[in-house]
């Protein structure tokens, strides 16, 4: 069975500060995809990141980065220089190979940054 | 381009009705997905179709049914509304079917079950 984890449930910055979102999956499969999505206030979820399970290297994108390491199971991901416009929910996902698209999702994290 | 659209917006249905949600794709997208996303928790899947074929299907009881249409949209019908129903419903397209294509979702509609 596939689970993913994200075991921080709200976090709260200032403004300029770095924060980092971990999630931790689960699978037995060997092949597989992991995402991260945006969730703000209005509700509409924003891809941000896709990464497959064969490609280990991190990547950055302005503010954002994500570190993805197959021997912990861990797709983590950090804002530089939060700013309040960071503000919503964070989903981390994951899919495997296979006929469907079947996203499983984390519970998420709140992030909050202050001004 | 337009992104995925849904509707209603929201919708309050009272226990033992039935409800139609709507979801049109991205342009020359031939997948959509569904999610139902209770408060405070993370999407869960409901069913995937393709090509007007259902791929998939989540742990959801058979009061739950859905369809694709040739021009691919899409419609998620729940018979014998229970307060439980209550939720956002998402709906999500993506080019291709298969777990390595990334899936772009709709604003939602928010069903309240009174």
């Known amino acids: 069975a596939q689970k993913v984890t994200q075991a921080q449930t709200e976090i709260s910055v200032v403004e300029k500060e770095d924060v980092t979102l971990d999630c931790v999956y689960e699978?037995?499969?060997?092949?597989?995809?992991l995402f991260w999505y945006k969730q703000p206030p209005s509700g509409e979820l924003v891809f941000l990141i896709r990464r497959n399970s064969f490609d280990e290297q991190n990547e950055i994108s302005g503010r954002y980065s994500w570190n993805f390491q197959k021997s912990t199971s861990s797709f983590n991901f950090t804002i530089t220089a939060s700013q309040v416009v960071d503000s919503a929910v964070y989903f981390c996902?994951?899919?495997?190979?296979?006929?469907?698209?079947?996203?499983?999702f984390g519970q998420g994290t709140t992030l909050q940054v202050k001004p | 381009d337009a992104g995925v659209t849904q509707s209603p917006t929201h919708l309050i249905k009272t226990r033992g009705q039935h409800v139609t949600l709507r979801c049109s794709p991205i342009?020359?997208?031939?997948?959509v997905s569904w999610y139902q996303q209770v408060l405070g928790q993370g999407p869960q899947f409901i069913f995937q179709?393709?090509?007007?074929?259902?791929?998939g299907r989540g742990n959801f009881p058979d009061r739950f049914s859905a369809r694709q249409f040739p021009n691919y949209s899409s419609e998620l019908n729940v018979n014998a509304l229970l307060l439980g129903d209550s939720a956002l419903y998402l709906c999500?397209?993506?080019?291709?079917?298969?777990?390595?294509?990334?899936?772009?979702f709709g604003p939602g509609t928010r069903l309240t079950v009174t």
């Open positions: 699978t037995r499969d060997t092949t597989y995809y």
């Open positions: 999500a397209s993506s080019s291709r079917q298969g777990g390595s294509y990334e899936q772009y």
């Open positions: 342009s020359g997208h031939k997948s």
């Open positions: 179709y393709y090509e007007k074929e259902e791929r």
């Open positions: 996902a994951l899919s495997v190979r296979g006929n469907t698209g079947k996203l499983i």
